[in-house]
Structures are given as C-alpha cells and as structure tokens.
C-alpha cells in the first residue's frame, strides 16, 4: 500500500532531495497531498477490511459482511467480533501510536535511524512485564500492562535526567547515549529475573515479540487515552520540530525554546510508544521504517512526516498481521516477526537506494 | 533470543518448546528408521532382563531404549535422574542420589512431575532443560545417569551437555514416545530391577493391581459410553494444540483401553499446532484441557477465546484435565486413570 503512494506522489520524491524549503512555497506538494492523503486512508481502509475478512479460518467475505452488520452466536461471529474486529483495532491505534512515535524520534534526536526504542521505552517496559508475571504474580494481561506503561515512562524520565544532566541540556546524542546505556541496564534485569524464575517467561516470551492477540479489547480502551493525548501532543510539537531541523542555533533564532520543545516531544513519544508497547509488545521497525517513508513521500515537513506516519503505520502492522494469518495456516506467525522480515530487507533498500536524509 | 528459551521449557511448555527442537532432528530421526524403533517398545526389553546382575557384585551391562549396552564393573548404587525416571525408580524401591529437571513449582510446593520422590533425600544437580551444576553433580559420585527420551530427544540433556555429562558417568535413557503407559512402566521395572529392586514386591504387587484395576475401570466406562469422542488439547497465548494419540504415552494408553480419542491429521512432534481461529476444527464430546499450572492457559483464561468458548463440549461442560505431568508408574497414574472413568461415566455422548 505504501508502494502504490509512493508511486502516486513519485513528482515530488525529486523534489525531497532538494534543500529544505518552507513548503508554503510549494503548492504543487500539497496538491500531491490532497491525492495521496485520500489514497492512504483507502488503502488503510481496505487493509482494515482484509483484517476483518481474511484468517486461518475461511469464512466467505460475504458471510463477513453480514455478520459485521448483524452479529449471531456462531462460531463465526465469535471469530469476527472477538478476535478479529479487536487485533484490527490494536492494530490501528498501535501502528499509528509507533508511527508517530517513531517520527517524534527521529525528529527529535536529528537522527534518522533512531527508534521509540532508542530511549529506553521497550526495556522499560519490558522490566515492567517481567517483574510484574515474575515477581507479583500477576498474568492477566489488564494487570501488567498498566506496569509495562510504567516502566517505559520510568525508564524514559531516567534517560532524560541523565541526558539533560552536565552542558547543553538534553541534546540528541547525550539522550541517545543515556538511552544506550540504559537499555542496557534494563535489559540485563530483565534476564537477572527471567534467569531466576522461570514462571515469568510464559507471557514475557509472548509478549516480548509482539502480538496484536495479546489483550483483550477493553485493555485497548483503558490505554488509548494515553496515546490520544500523545497524538494530540506530537502533532502540536511537529511544527516545532522543522525548526529544530535546521539546528539548534537557527531554531533558537527563530524563537523557538528547544528545551521545551524536547521536553514536550519527548513526553509524547512516551505516551505513544509506551502504550503502543504496553498493548503489543516491542514491535520493532514500525517506528523505524515508516517515518522513513513517510521522509520519501513528503519531503522535510514534519507536519506531514507525522500525518503520514500515522496513516502508513497501522497499514504496514496490519498488512503483515493478515500475512502472518495466511502464510502459515493453520497456524498464525506474531506481526512482531513478520514486520521484522519484510522491514529489515526493505529498511537495507531504503538505505541504500539513497543516503538517508540528514535531519 | 537463546536467553529466553531454556528457562522456557522448564516453565512448563515442555512438549511444546521441544516440539521446535524436535523438528530440527525430525527429518534425522524418519531418515535413519529411529522413529520405527521407539514405536515398537517391545525392542531392546529382553537386553535389559538378561544384563541385570542380581547379584550387588561382579560385572553389569544394560542396554538402554537407544541400544546403547552400558557395562560397569559392578550394579551402579548411585544413580543420578530426571525427575520423571526418578519418580519411576522411586516407586520400584530405587532411590536416586541426584535429581535434574523439574521439582518444584513456581510457589514452592513438590511439583507433581517429581512423583513421590523425597526431596529431602535427594540433592539436585539443575532444574531447567540442560541445566547441569557439574560439580554438584561430580561431588555425587554417581554411577549411573538415567533419563527419558522423546524420539531422538534426550530429555534434559540437550546435546550441548550430553558429552560433558556423559564423561561423568554412563547416561541409561528410556524412550518414551509413543509408548503407553504399561509398556513404559514394565520397562522402567526392568531398569529397576537391573539396578537390584524386586519388582515383585509386595508393594509394587499391589500397586500394580491398583493400578490394572482402575485401567479396567476406564475400559468399562468407555465401553459404557460406546461412541464419545475425546479430544485431548493445550492452549496458550499463540496456539491451540491437539494431542497426537501415537506420541503420547498416556493417551495412547486411554485409547487403548477403549476411548475414541480425535486424531489430529497433521500432527508435529506430538500436538497439531492451530490458531486460535482454527480452535474449533476438531470437535469432541469430552475435552481434556492441559492441566499443567505453568505456561498454559488456565480454563478462565481460555474463555477469552470464542472458539473454545462456543466448542461443543464446553458448552456441555465436558471439559476435564489432562494430567500431563504425573510420571508414569503404578502408584502415581492410578488416579488419572480413576479421574478418567469419572469423568467419562458422567459424560454424554450425543455432544457432536
């Protein structure tokens, strides 16, 4: 799907090679734009059909249609209305929540191959999780989620304290460095608790690759908010961010007060990659793959970095979460894989087919 | 993530886990006729009787499930086993000095793979699968390392350890696959009695009879229920699993005696592997659900999923526990196969 807007808007991938302009200057772009918004919500639209109709069980798309409108006690409805309709909707939300999130990062850091796991947030949460099947006990999924959001918001309030500590406040590479380091940290309790007791890694080796099945839908209920807010937050920091782009010292010029932005950039990343992890697990390359693309399809703006971001994540998480069911029936493979196949080739491609854009 | 998957095996999805490393060696095993040999359990029995040395003195040769003749100077005193074999020793009168795999639970109480063996009376060497704390288990002195296998499986000697453990002292291992119940405890008896106990005894006797009779209690149930289908399944998270009746020893042993149990059509290392969609493709009147605390879903837990939720016998309430941790011998699978025809006395057979 991201194929057929790239080709769509292929005028202006010339155009993203040239140096950073204003895009107020360029109308033709947002003529691009009013095609190529249009066509990613189609395209996004029918994968959410697909995610509805197809499965390891064949249910005839017709028969899908009308027990969507009119739900009975069949074994069908069952597998429509209770498994499908809900992984769609994590996938939705989670998809758009890692997009952005990821577009916040890279932004952010200037860095085009950061990730949301760059600051920590998946070891975070994934500490979270282990302590929580490990140590308390707890393994119904509305129970861990809530400390897997925790420990992402905790390891990511650490790595900004160390990164802002010393000269120069939080710049790009202090937070990577501190996030290094941190994840590494976190990651070595993770596999001190998972070394000592094995009862924890039932549901952490599930959660851990990353699954739209994980929860139950009233989990996503509780947890949208949280990423609500971080959308609503990263799309008011994205403006902010093209300043940012052109340095600090330009930014500054401008009036823009980096910290703040940082600060309110960073939070909304949090929100978003920390609830997106604490639903799915640490599904790695949505965040990383798709700014990217969206970088390819709109130029420098970050404001429609961000929009894009959010319309080609959940397309590419459910793309591969309905592969997944098809490839391997009567079995289903984790999205967190099948992402991970079909994102390393294609990141190695985006990589080389041109120098990644310098932010 | 090789971190994560040895502590994994031990927490209880054992046959699962393995069912991956199994399928590594699969192609091996159908090509070298191996799997023909652990079918038939009758091979290699009559080797075990004639190198039994009655006598505690002079030379001793056993030849194991992989007919592997281990000789030794004299009767090996101190054995060293995984907690299955262990269990099954223990009940013939043979008390292992050292115990690998699992033998507690994750609250702390005698895991119930672990049988009646006394873990006051015995110190363990490792927990986890291919877990060896080698001077522990070098300080034991043992003579003898006896374990179970799976196929080509070496059950908690993955070939990582097998040579280091092996240079302790000679590994003695019984196959389990695809053998029933009976069969694998007269061989675990032929073990027994190679290493000086009286299968014969009194006790054992009584066991046995025990034992036989709460078998003829299942046949007469089943016979009672002549048409209900029992389908033998384990649920997690990724997967729903249907038991293959030709790889698991007890459940083969419950066909045997007369139950009509679901074969899956594509079954790998023991279980075909569905999605949770594809749950409902095997429907039966009796459901015997995976019992084992650590890993799988509780009941509770498999009522998120509307496959399970709306199969036939949940709906009729006909849904039992497959105790897939109690080791094979008379005195511990007794209750199974009483529980069973409870459960199948009670049951109806005009669910599907």
């Not at chain 1, 360029?26 to 109709?53: K, M, N, Q, Y």
């Not at chain 1, 300043?243 to 990343?269: K, M, P």
């Not at chain 2, 070298?32 to 040769?61: E, F, V």
């Not at chain 2, 119930?112 to 704390?133: H, M, R, Y």
Request: glycine share 10%; net charge positive.
């Amino acid at each position: 799907m991201a194929i057929l807007c790239f080709v769509l808007s292929s005028s202006q991938n010339r155009s993203a090679a040239s140096p950073v302009r204003p895009p107020e200057t360029v109308p033709r772009r947002t003529c691009v734009h009013l095609v190529a918004v249009p066509v990613c919500l189609i395209v996004l639209g029918l994968l959410c059909l697909c995610s509805i109709a197809l499965g390891t069980k064949s249910i005839a798309p017709e028969r899908v249609l009308e027990l969507l409108w009119s739900p009975d006690s069949s074994e069908e409805s069952g597998i429509v209305h209770q498994m499908r309709v809900p992984r769609t909707e994590f996938g939705l939300v989670v998809g758009a929540a890692l997009g952005m999130a990821g577009a916040l990062m890279q932004g952010l850091t200037r860095n085009p191959l950061a990730d949301p796991g760059l600051l920590g947030v998946s070891a975070g949460a994934s500490l979270g999780v282990v302590l929580t099947t490990g140590l308390l006990g707890i393994t119904a999924p509305q129970g861990y989620v809530w400390f897997a959001f925790a420990g992402a918001l905790a390891a990511i309030a650490l790595v900004y304290a160390l990164g802002s500590a010393g000269k120069g406040g939080a710049t790009p590479a202090k937070l990577a460095l501190a996030g290094a380091a941190v994840t590494a940290l976190l990651q070595s309790l993770v596999n001190a608790v998972l070394l000592f007791d094995a009862a924890a890694l039932g549901d952490f080796r599930f959660w851990v690759v990353g699954s739209l099945t994980g929860q139950p839908a009233e989990v996503l209920v509780d947890v949208l908010p949280f990423i609500a807010v971080g959308a609503v937050l990263a799309a008011a920091t994205a403006p902010a961010l093209n300043s940012l782009a052109l340095g600090e010292g330009v930014a500054t010029a401008l009036g823009r007060n980096v910290g703040l932005v940082r600060l309110r950039g960073a939070a909304a990343a949090t929100l978003l990659a920390g609830g997106a992890v604490a639903l799915c697990g640490p599904i790695a390359f949505v965040g990383l793959v798709i700014p990217q693309l969206a970088r390819l399809l709109t130029g420098p703006d970050h404001r429609w970095i961000m929009l894009y971001s959010a319309l080609l994540g959940p397309s590419l998480l459910l793309a591969a979460d309905i592969a997944g069911r098809l490839i391997a029936r009567p079995d289903e493979l984790h999205v967190g894989i099948v992402v991970t196949v079909i994102g390393a080739p294609f990141f190695i491609a985006l990589v080389r087919r041109r120098r990644l854009r310098e932010l | 993530m090789p971190l994560f998957r040895t502590p994994a095996i031990e927490s209880g999805q054992v046959a699962r886990l393995d069912r991956r490393r199994f399928l590594a060696l699969g192609g091996a095993l159908a090509a070298t006729g191996l799997l023909a040999a652990c079918g038939d359990s009758d091979k290699g029995k009559g080797s075990g009787k004639n190198g039994s040395g009655k006598a505690a003195s002079g030379p001793w040769t056993f030849t194991d499930d992989r007919g592997k003749k281990i000789s030794l100077p004299k009767r090996p005193e101190r054995i060293v086993a995984q907690s299955h074999p262990a269990a099954a020793l223990w009940d013939f009168g043979i008390q292992p000095v050292g115990l690998f795999g699992p033998q507690k639970t994750a609250d702390g109480r005698t895991s119930p793979q672990i049988g009646n063996v006394d873990l006051s009376k015995t110190t363990s060497v490792g927990t986890a699968f291919g877990e060896f704390q080698m001077e522990k288990l070098i300080s034991l002195k043992p003579d003898l390392i006896v374990t179970i296998a799976y196929g080509p499986m070496v059950w908690y000697i993955p070939e990582e350890v097998y040579k280091k453990v092996q240079e302790v002292a000679p590994i003695a291992v019984i196959q389990l696959m695809g053998v029933a119940v009976p069969d694998a405890v007269k061989r675990f008896g032929e073990l027994a009695a190679a290493l000086g106990a009286d299968p014969e005894s009194a006790e054992v006797k009584k066991a046995k009879a025990d034992f036989e009779k709460a078998a003829a209690g299942v046949t007469a149930a089943a016979k009672a229920k002549k048409g209900l289908s029992v389908a033998v399944v384990s649920g997690t998270k990724e997967n729903f699993f249907v038991a293959d009746p030709a790889f698991h020893g007890d459940v083969k042993y419950f066909q045997q005696l007369g139950l009509d149990i679901v074969k899956p059509k594509k079954p790998e290392a023991g279980f075909e592997t569905l999605s949770w969609e594809e749950a409902g493709r095997y429907k039966a009147d009796l459901v015997l659900e995976d019992a084992r605390p650590e890993g799988g879903l509780t009941h509770r837990q498999l009522g998120a999923y509307p496959t399970w939720k709306g199969s036939p016998a949940v709906k009729a309430g006909q849904v039992s526990d497959w105790q897939t941790e109690t080791p094979f011998t008379y005195q511990r699978f007794t209750k199974v196969l009483n529980d069973l025809a409870a459960t199948v006395g009670k049951a109806r057979t005009d669910v599907v």
